[in-house]
């Protein structure tokens, strides 16, 4: 889809010249699009990289692998094969192509219903970083939508969320919460028809499928005019959180555009799976979200686990602009409801009563009054740096400047000139 706009500085300088650059990929090598903005691409150039734009194209349709799909379920167990070298189901006529591959064959309905189990995972941090949600933060998230009222889902992202509200639905008649998946993980295109899953770049609000993509996600936020529907995503935690932020507001602003009354004054209900130190980026563009103390868990990443089993506590928690207090997390696993801030918190999260907050993200705080708020507990207050640090650093860096404007007290990547442009 279309690339996004960057901008290159040099040091000391407020003006940088401005480049095109993939909006998935972070590494050239996985995609070496670049182009400077005003720069003239000759035609040759232009056929050079449409040519590369189809050969890079997907074997089948969406509408396609529907198709293969239910041909597929038709087949007796013994006959259904998945080759993991193409990551595609396999129909008897295609065997012989992929007889050198490795195939896993007697593929199970189970299976099929749980695409995220069967697909390798895509775990390149600079392009997909597609770690999986672990079955104790699944069944939590669908508890908690289950619990508010919300009958409808738009799974950006969450193929594992997706796939469990599927299969409940398709097992349990009561069972009335639906999922719209969009993704840009096109294989899932192979397990899932053009109502359950659209083909989706969150970095730039783009719909592979064109116009009638777009409409259907429309119609699924505008259903019951556009009442009981939340967003929940959870994006590769090294994209831009400008461009995340951007692709959301336009997914919320499809929302607004139901006939229910009152929508031009509401934000769309979401829940935005983040790392906690990206709460100060996320604030920015969304003033009324908060964070939540849940850590959320996955499957296939050795550090994001719960508690003890993993390398070290999970930083991902939950930022939403529902209210704090209506989303109550599970006593069991070490969460208290404080009565001042009126939400859940980790139980070794203590109230400040300076800040008026329980200010802890993942160990206990302390406040230091001249950086008017809490800091790690490792931290003291450095004279020369004017901030909370580690008591053995170096002071060296306190006069060098901003990168981008050459002015002391903020980094790069907080500087007013580069958030202004």
Not at 371 to 400: A, G, I, M, R
Request: charged share 25%.
């Amino acid at each position: 889809g279309p690339a996004l706009l960057f901008v290159k500085t040099s040091q000391g300088k407020q003006e940088g010249r401005r480049f095109y650059a993939c909006s998935a990929c972070r590494d050239r090598k996985d995609c070496n699009f670049f182009q400077w903005e005003d720069e003239k691409v000759s035609e040759t150039r232009l056929a050079a990289r449409e040519d590369y734009n189809r050969n890079h194209q997907p074997s089948f349709t969406h509408r396609q692998n529907v198709d293969r799909y239910k041909n597929f379920v038709l087949l007796p167990s013994s006959k259904r094969r998945f080759c993991q070298d193409c990551q595609q189901l396999l129909l008897p006529a295609e065997w012989e192509k992929h007889s050198d591959h490795q195939l896993l064959c007697d593929i199970t309905t189970a299976q099929l219903k749980s695409p995220s189990q069967l697909l390798h995972p895509l775990e390149n941090k600079k392009t997909n970083a597609q770690y999986l949600f672990a079955d104790r933060s699944c069944q939590f998230l669908l508890n908690l939508l289950i619990d508010l009222g919300f009958k409808r889902v738009l799974s950006v992202g969450t193929p594992r969320l997706h796939e469990i509200i599927q299969s409940k639905a398709s097992q349990e008649e009561e069972f009335s919460v639906r999922s719209l998946l969009l993704d840009i993980d096109f294989r899932y295109s192979q397990f899932y028809t053009e109502d359950e899953f659209c083909h989706y770049n969150m970095f730039n609000h783009h719909f592979f499928g064109g116009e009638a993509t777009r409409e259907t996600c429309r119609k699924f936020l505008c259903e019951e005019n556009g009442e009981r529907v939340i967003i929940v995503t959870d994006p590769p935690f090294g994209g831009l959180v400008e461009a995340l932020a951007s692709s959301f507001k336009k997914l919320m602003a499809m929302w607004r555009e139901t006939e229910k009354e009152g929508h031009d004054n509401k934000e769309m209900p979401m829940l935005w799976i983040f790392p906690y130190f990206f709460e100060s980026r996320i604030l920015d563009f969304f003033p009324s979200f908060s964070m939540m103390d849940y850590q959320v868990d996955y499957d296939n990443h050795a550090l994001y686990k719960h508690g003890k089993t993993g390398r070290r506590q999970s930083p991902v928690r939950i930022f939403t602009n529902l209210t704090p207090s209506m989303i109550v997390l599970p006593e069991e696993e070490g969460y208290r409801f404080c009565t001042v801030c009126q939400r859940y918190v980790s139980s070794g999260n203590q109230h400040c009563e300076i800040c008026n907050s329980c200010t802890s993200k993942v160990r206990w705080q302390k406040h230091c009054v001249l950086c008017k708020k809490c800091v790690k507990p490792s931290w003291f207050h450095c004279n020369n740096c004017n901030c909370c640090t580690l008591e053995k650093h170096s002071c060296e860096k306190t006069d060098v400047g901003c990168f981008v404007c050459g002015k002391a007290g903020h980094k790069r990547s907080a500087c007013p000139s580069l958030s202004h442009t």
